[in-house]
């Protein structure tokens, strides 16, 4: 309407101005003149209005009333025409704009294709050249037949024994499972002893190794076979190779696990027996050996058991591992020994009061002659004793002596249950005399927990311990407590050593762990409905890699070098020796130039290994492993729309493998709910409970070894979930995520409180949306405590904490916080205020429960971020970032509810 105006105005102006002008001009030159023509009698009607009267005046304006009302009339419908143009114009505009945005969908579209088929291609050459032939399962190899059997009665024979000349290998193919057969439990002589508690623990230690998964039945399938003889002198003579029907006439790969029950200070075995040579190639496993009779990787120091932790959960007869420096520096709780030594403790002692207990009446004394009497008289002194323990508790060191006398002793049960009950205690042991031989040592790396020094040192012993860092204190009893609770804490642990370490020394891989068969939600007669078709986010149309078929990861690729090549570190970093994982995180990349000289297969370097960024950079995954796919595993709860939506999402992002839906949910999905096809197959799989726990179970159907766990409800953009892959392949061991919260200490109480304030340090990424290994799937699953699991039951909270913990405890690293557009919400935190109390304080409670379970926080601080390299880099227009979004220039903060 205001145009309308001005533009009646204007023409008024226009009318009149020239009009007014033009009578001016005409009135000087007429009186220049003197005469002239007349004005148009209109003219000089409009104009000379003094001149009118009032009737011809009204007239007048009448007529200039419709003169305007024609002109406007026709301006309206000028401008009425100008504005359908107008509209033809934007619709046609819109329609440009439409088309160039197909155009560019399909440009898109194709550029992926093309992309896709690139790849596709290089998978099929890959293919044609990984055509070898198959080889079958290898032949057995023959028995040990150049080696000759020897008589029983030829004396010292087997003294010589090692597994190269007495172990029969053709009995254990190297292509099949490590197994045994166990003959029933043997007593030579049950009265010796006469602890009456005894025959219940051998008879326990017999149950164990009857239920274990390696246990066969039929002999002809046992590469091993196992005998239990209770017996502490030398009363086997004749009666084993009777009594073992499998003998095959030399006692071939039997291992005769000898113990003398009840009795601590039972010293059979330190001098080789008159029944050695009954013993054929038998292989000895004791807690007692002699120097001459111990015959190295061949026979075997089992760690003292009798005291074990009967069963269930070991953490909770644990100390935690600070304060790092404990009351006294050292205690030494044992038997009377050599006069020197004692007297150079008592010396320690005098000048440095405070710090040592040295008590000599503990144990039977050490010296040679008065072993025997001494049995039955101190046995019970410091045994059993809250005394013995609280010592230990309160000592950061305990010191264990060999008899510095008898210099053939290499372990003793006694030796061996000092040394269990200080790593169990949390007390450095120290042990006096190098030739000591630890339990498993073929295996575990003892230096990392124990020290072992010369007699000849003790005088330098007080000026050493005292020397060490809190640093290393506590790291020597970190990895004392995690081996004692791998390794020795209960039964069940030592028995599953004792195997796991022959099935090491031959070589043999571990049994896999199972996955979980993972029950589809639909079946026969009850299908999902598919809808029909929906509409992709236009943000979402980035090239970002290509859509290829499923590719799952290689598993169990590494059955006979492993045993080798990881035997170090998974005895001794990661504690896992008993089960094989199908693949590992922490498999060493290969040089870098291996992949263009002769191992190419699986590698997508970046433009054929010319590298770039934009459109190079997408189309290959490039980095250091070979491509790989992710899984996405989601868990759900009664939020059916919710979920579909977040699936529709997940329409064509590249390296997605499969969607893992874990339906928590007692009640079947409605019939009538229709879910999308987004490319890749979506596997739901029902449960058994609605538990949290079940958001980290190993399923059969999840094959890659990265998994992305999100909420249901999560809301992710494709780059940042290509992103946040990208860097997990190069962090394959931790957790890689999004929403980072940290754990702060209390300052007023102590102890910690779960915090999710912006902070520049965190310690915990939450897996509402991140990637981390199927490994910590297994581990999770059957090896992280009981207690754990139950908690997160219980409180229906935590399990993300508990994951991080698991992780961080294995690495000892934190995770990698992923740099994304928006802040998540607390993810799975209740809406109203009271309740979002409670969650927090379960989540500070879950905190400092797993601390206890662990024996420490195992948690990490990082300051660290990941971002796409070239984010926030200015670089010429003809050149492309990594991502097209950089992660902050979004335009809206988009908060998902
Ligand atoms: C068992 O040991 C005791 C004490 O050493 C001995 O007297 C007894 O004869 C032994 N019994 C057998 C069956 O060897
Ligand atoms: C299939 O699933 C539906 C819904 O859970 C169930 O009612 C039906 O019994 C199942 N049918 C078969 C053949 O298992
Ligand atoms: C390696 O071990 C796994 C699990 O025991 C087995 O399935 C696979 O066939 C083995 N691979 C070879 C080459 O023997
Ligand atoms: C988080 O920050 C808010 C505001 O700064 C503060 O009031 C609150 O106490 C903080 N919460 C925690 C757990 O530190």
């Not at 030399?250 to 291992?255: K, L, M, Q, V, Y």
């Not at 939600?521 to 236009?538: G, H, Y």
């Not at 006979?560 to 001794?572: G, I």
């Amino acid at each position: 309407m205001k145009t309308f105006k001005l533009i009646a105005l204007v023409v008024f102006a226009l009318l009149f101005i020239p009009l007014l002008t033009h009578y001016y001009l005409t009135k000087v030159s007429d009186e220049g003149r003197g005469t002239g023509e007349e004005l148009p009698e209109w003219v000089s009607k409009l104009v000379d209005v003094d001149k009118l009267k009032g009737k011809e005046l009204k007239l007048r304006i009448e007529e200039l009333l419709r003169i305007k009302l024609s002109v406007s009339a026709e301006l309206r419908g000028l401008e009425a025409k100008r504005q359908k143009l107008q509209t033809e114009i934007s619709v046609l505009n819109r329609r440009l704009e439409e088309a160039k945005g197909e155009a560019g969908r399909r440009r898109n579209e194709l550029d992926r294709l093309q992309m896709s088929l690139q790849q596709a291609k290089v998978a099929e050459k890959e293919a044609m050249e990984r055509n070898t032939p198959r080889l079958g399962r290898p032949k057995p190899v023959p028995p040990l037949r150049y080696i000759p059997v020897y008589p029983y009665n030829a004396k010292l024979s087997n003294m010589y024994c090692d597994m190269d000349n007495c172990f029969d290998y053709s009995m254990c193919p190297v292509a099949g499972s490590f197994s045994f057969f166990l003959y029933p439990l043997m007593y030579t002589n049950r009265s010796v002893s006469g602890y009456s508690e005894t025959t219940v623990t051998i008879n326990q230690l017999y149950n164990i190794l009857s239920e274990s998964e390696q246990l066969v039945t039929d002999p002809l399938k046992a590469c091993i076979f196992v005998v239990v003889v209770e017996s502490c002198d030398d009363y086997m003579k004749n009666i084993i190779p009777q009594q073992l029907p499998h003998w095959s006439g030399d006692g071939r790969n039997h291992i005769i696990w000898l113990h003398c029950g009840g009795n601590p200070y039972d010293k059979s075995f330190i001098k080789p027996p008159e029944a050695t040579n009954v013993m054929g190639r038998a292989m000895i496993v004791s807690e007692n050996f002699g120097k001459f009779f111990f015959r190295r990787n061949f026979d075997m120091v089992v760690s003292h058991w009798e005291k074990a932790i009967p069963s269930g959960e070991v953490w909770s007869h644990l100390p935690p591992l600070v304060p790092a420096k404990r009351k006294y520096l050292a205690t030494y709780l044992g038997g009377e020994t050599d006069p020197e030594v004692q007297t150079e403790f008592l010396k320690i002692q005098q000048q440095d009061p405070f710090s040592f207990v040295f008590q000599f009446s503990c144990d039977p004394p050490m010296k040679r002659n008065e072993i025997d009497e001494g049995t039955k008289r101190l046995s019970s002194l410091c045994e059993n004793d809250l005394l013995r323990t609280r010592l230990l508790l309160d000592s950061t060191f305990s010191i264990i002596l060999l008899p510095p006398d008898n210099m053939d002793v290499v372990t003793t049960k006694i030796l061996q249950l000092r040394l269990y009950e200080s790593l169990k205690h949390g007390s450095i042991p120290v042990i006096i005399g190098t030739r000591f031989m630890p339990p498993f040592n073929e295996v575990i790396d003892w230096s990392k927990m124990i020290l072992i020094l010369p007699v000849s040192r003790i005088t330098e012993m007080h000026y050493m311990l005292k020397s060490f860092p809190d640093s290393d204190l506590l790291e020597f009893r970190k990895n004392g407590r995690l081996a004692f609770e791998s390794y020795f804490s209960s039964l069940q642990r030592v028995v599953e050593t004792l195997l796991a370490t022959f099935r090491t020394r031959i070589g043999i891989a571990p049994l896999p762990y199972i996955d979980l068969p993972s029950p589809n939600v639909f079946n026969d007669t009850f299908k999902p409905l598919k809808l029909d078709s929906f509409t992709q986010d236009p943000e979402e149309e980035e090239n970002l890699g290509p859509i290829e078929p499923p590719y799952p990861s290689p598993s169990f690729s590494s059955n006979f070098s492993l045993t080798s090549l990881q035997k170090y570190d998974l005895w001794n970093s990661h504690y896992q020796p008993f089960k094989s994982f199908p693949f590992s995180p922490w498999d060493q990349p290969m040089p870098s130039e291996a992949k263009f000289r002769g191992s190419s297969i699986g590698f997508r370097p970046i433009a054929g290994g010319a590298g770039g960024s934009g459109k190079e950079f997408s189309e290959s995954l490039g980095g250091n492993y070979p491509k790989e796919q992710f899984t996405v595993v989601m868990l759900t709860y009664e939020r059916e729309q919710v979920l579909m939506n977040s699936l529709q999402r997940l329409f064509a992002v590249p390296y997605l493998n499969k969607v893992v839906v874990v339906w928590n949910s007692p009640l079947m999905p409605a019939p009538d709910l229709k879910w999308p096809d987004i490319g890749v197959p979506i596997h739901v799989v029902r449960t058994e409970k609605n538990s949290l726990n079940n958001r980290f179970l190993p399923f059969d159907v999840i094959e890659t070894e990265a998994i992305l766990s999100i909420d249901d409800d999560a809301h992710l953009r494709h780059d940042e979930i290509v992103f946040g892959f990208r860097v997990w392949r190069e962090n394959r061991d931790r957790i890689v995520g999004f929403p980072g919260r940290f754990h702060a200490w209390d300052l007023n109480y102590g102890g910690w409180l779960y915090n999710s304030n912006y902070s520049c340090e965190l310690s915990m990424v939450l897996t509402g949306a991140a990637f981390y290994h199927k490994i910590y799937s297994y581990l999770y699953t059957y090896e992280m405590p009981h207690a754990i699991r139950d908690k997160v039951d219980e409180l229906m909270n935590c399990e993300d904490i508990a994951l991080n913990f698991l992780v961080s405890h294995m690495t000892q690293k934190p995770p990698v916080k992923v740099t994304s557009r928006w802040t998540f919400r607390c993810p799975g935190c209740p809406v109203t205020l009271s309740e979002d109390d409670s969650h927090f304080q379960e989540r500070h409670h879950c905190i400092n429960f797993f601390t206890k379970v662990y024996g420490y926080t195992p948690i990490r601080y990082t300051q660290f971020r990941a971002d796409s390299i070239l984010f926030k880099t200015r670089i010429p227009h003809d050149k492309q970032k990594c991502f097209n979004h950089s992660f902050i220039q979004y335009r809206h903060q988009r908060l998902n509810l």
